[in-house]
């Protein structure tokens, strides 16, 4: 059966750090990966999306960049974080035109 | 621009009451509506979509594009109900889905 991975769970970093999240699925091949944040208050935003191995589209211009080294790992990065990256991080998946599938989350906080 | 909208953010209702999640959208094309629900300490998962026209745990949730709006309804509330619910639209079905805000259902016993 398919997983999908998310680390870290939480992570506190100071204004002006670098950031790398990563995600992994199993049991599935070419999977569509998606990045969402959920920022407090309000509903969740799609970040990046990805079909394939180096294809990212960004969503919304931003701090952040991903990248999909490999076929089931798709890597949320940031060279210096802002205090508005704080927030809840979903890492999903799907099948093509399917159901998407969430990993557990990170909770972000920059302080 | 919002392309979800879900009203209420906190709902309260007593078990065996019936329960009604409003959303509406904003797309002229031919939209693909979802209903997602992440439960206490569990990850966000999909309840129903509108194309499979299914009842999922006594959920169902019809699309009325004169309305432009995808509620979702359930007449007697359980206390496992209580989750946060968020409905979700993907145009044309590119799968990139747009959330709402989410709604916290409380079901009091």
């Known amino acids: 059966s398919q997983t999908i991975h998310q680390w870290p769970a939480t992570l506190v970093q100071p204004v002006g750090s670098p950031l790398s999240l990563e995600c992994t699925v199993e049991?599935?091949?070419?999977?569509?990966l998606y990045w969402y944040r959920q920022a407090a208050g309000r509903g969740l935003q799609l970040l990046f999306y990805?079909?394939?191995?180096?294809?990212i589209s960004s969503e919304v211009p931003q701090n952040l960049s991903a990248s999909r080294p490999q076929d089931r790992q798709f890597i949320l990065s940031s060279k210096k974080l802002l205090l508005s990256d704080s927030g809840f991080y979903l890492c999903?998946?799907?099948?093509?035109?399917?159901?998407?599938?969430f990993g557990p989350g990170t909770r972000l906080t920059v302080l | 621009a919002q392309r979800v909208t879900q009203p209420e953010k906190l709902l309260s209702v007593f078990k065996g009451a019936p329960v009604e999640l409003k959303c509406n959208y904003s797309y002229s094309g031919s939209p693909e509506l979802f209903w997602y629900v992440q439960y206490s300490r569990q990850r966000l998962q999909l309840l129903l979509r509108h194309i499979s026209r299914e009842s999922i745990k006594g959920f169902t949730a019809d699309l009325n594009k004169g309305e432009t709006s995808f509620h979702l309804k359930k007449p007697f509330a359980q206390e496992e109900d209580s989750a946060m619910y968020y409905c979700a639209l993907s145009e044309d079905g590119n799968n990139r889905l747009a959330f709402g805000k989410g709604n916290q259902v409380v079901v009091i016993p």
């Open positions: 049991g599935t091949s070419n999977p569509n």
């Open positions: 999903a998946w799907s099948g093509g035109l399917d159901t998407q599938y």
């Open positions: 990805s079909v394939g191995i180096g294809q």
